[in-house]
């Protein structure tokens, strides 16, 4: 990893630069607690003095909500100097009657509903008002957002019209994110992607997309957007405790152990547990940006220093190795420079 996240990484052959580190736009739209729109645009203004350039959102963060606070957020700034993903997959309609009630998982009023549609309008309707809501022109990166769920349409529908649209100029670079590793190995195989967004499943807490998905995008010149690599917060404590969560829910007992397994050979080297969760996840050489949550400023400039810090000996690794709390073929940083 270089001295800051600002070092840019081109996107497969496509025009798009991202930052080696990017910004996750979910807590900003109230995921677990609210958040006011200072706030979210004082975590904005952190990251990008940590030297983040890399910005990514959804329609499905708080109905809305991530994409319009980080489009007033970056609002001001010149637009050659950053680039933003959002997401197709789901739609978000109007409903009235959901108004009073509260969305499930982020704290905003459910006003809106989701509606699965990977169909060519679909993708076509969801990034307009994806562009509304930001506030821009065009957006640099969409991805097809957890298309396990509907996956031949978004295959034989939705991926056709972002690669029109590409083909057009009216967007950078094709994606396609998910937590499954499997669903995200077919698309790098059957489809002409730039990039994927694997959301923890490499990182160090567990690495089951080192088999297949992560050669396979090394082979076919695929960048990988490795996000959720503090699996939503388990790996972003120096000693993590049963209120942590996992994949967004409480974490299973026998992960905590390992977490905190890991945490106490890292302390025994003179470093955190979220310190190496960051370097081991941008060692593999397929990774070209990490993707980290920040929900207040403490939190981005946190992750901006630690990514920017020197690395940890390489007897961490070893003993990490040792201890079996690292599988054996998993590239890790070495010779002095978190990249391997």
Not at 193 to 209: N, S
Not at 245 to 252: A, G, K, N
């Amino acid at each position: 990893m270089p001295d800051n996240g600002s070092d840019r990484v081109r996107l497969a052959d496509s025009s798009v630069r991202v930052s080696r580190l990017g910004l996750g736009c979910a807590p900003l739209a109230n995921m677990y607690d609210v958040l006011s729109d200072e706030a979210a645009s004082a975590t904005v203004d952190a990251a990008w003095a940590g030297g983040v350039r890399y910005f990514d959102t959804a329609p499905h963060y708080g109905l809305g909500v991530s994409e319009r606070r980080l489009g007033a957020a970056l609002a001001g700034r010149p637009r050659a100097e950053y680039a933003i993903s959002t997401k197709v997959g789901r739609l978000l309609v109007a409903d009235p009657d959901g108004a009073g009630r509260s969305d499930d998982g982020f704290l905003v009023p459910a006003d809106h509903r989701r509606v699965w549609d990977f169909s060519a309008d679909g993708v076509r309707r969801s990034l307009e008002g994806s562009l509304h809501r930001l506030g821009v022109d065009r957006v640099d990166l969409v991805l097809l957002h957890d298309p396990e769920f509907h996956e031949q349409a978004a295959i034989d529908e939705g991926y056709p019209a972002l690669q029109d649209l590409r083909e057009q100029g009216v967007i950078g670079a094709i994606g396609a994110g998910s937590t499954q590793w499997e669903v995200l190995h077919r698309f790098v195989t059957r489809t002409d992607l730039d990039a994927v967004m694997i959301a923890g499943r490499y990182t160090l807490l567990e690495q089951p997309a080192l088999d297949a998905l992560l050669p396979a995008c090394s082979t076919r010149g695929v960048a990988v957007l490795n996000a959720g690599v503090y699996n939503s917060g388990l790996l972003a404590q120096d000693a993590p405790d049963p209120s942590s969560r996992y994949d967004y829910r409480p974490v299973p007992a026998h992960l905590l152990a390992r977490a905190q397994a890991i945490a106490a050979v890292c302390a025994r080297h003179q470093t955190t547990l979220p310190a190496a969760a960051l370097a081991f996840a941008a060692a593999h050489p397929a990774v070209a940006c990490l993707v980290v949550g920040a929900a207040t400023p403490g939190q981005a400039a946190r992750n901006a220093a630690l990514v920017a810090a020197p690395p940890a000996p390489a007897e961490l690794w070893s003993d990490l190795f040792a201890e079996g709390l690292l599988r054996p073929n998993a590239p890790v940083p070495a010779d002095g420079c978190p990249d391997g």
